[in-house]
């Protein structure tokens, strides 16, 4: 089992940044995806960014320019530093990660952006 530990969510007003965290724990891969997902009440869980096994990124279209994903495979850990926030970024954000046809999800951060 994995587990997926995410923190750094919180309140931020427009234009501030914030930086989320997620730790996975339990079973080890060697192959693995790890991103941020997002989902804002009564939408559904978007795409925000990830970091591909092979180094390879992936953005959405309203994640470019202004949050950068990064990842440290020694502490299995990945990054999500957000700046220039809008208060459409706000939502539930959480951390996948995907191997094998398998996808394991973290809990969940609160991002919240007041105007």
């Known amino acids: 089992q994995v587990q997926l530990v995410e923190s750094g969510g919180g309140l931020v007003q427009a234009g501030g940044s914030l930086r989320l965290s997620c730790a996975a724990s339990g079973r080890t891969f060697s192959v693995y995806d790890m991103g941020w997902f997002r989902q804002a009440p009564g939408k559904e869980r978007d795409l925000v960014a990830v970091?591909?096994?092979?180094?390879?990124?992936v953005y959405a279209d309203s994640a470019k320019g202004r949050f950068t994903i990064s990842r440290d495979n020694a502490k299995n850990t990945v990054y999500l530093q957000m700046n220039s926030l809008k208060p459409e970024d706000t939502a539930v954000y959480y951390c996948?990660?995907?191997?094998?046809?398998?996808?394991?999800w973290g809990q969940g951060t609160q991002v919240t952006v007041s105007s």
């Open positions: 970091w591909r096994s092979g180094g390879i990124t």
């Open positions: 996948s990660l995907s191997t094998a046809g398998h996808a394991y």
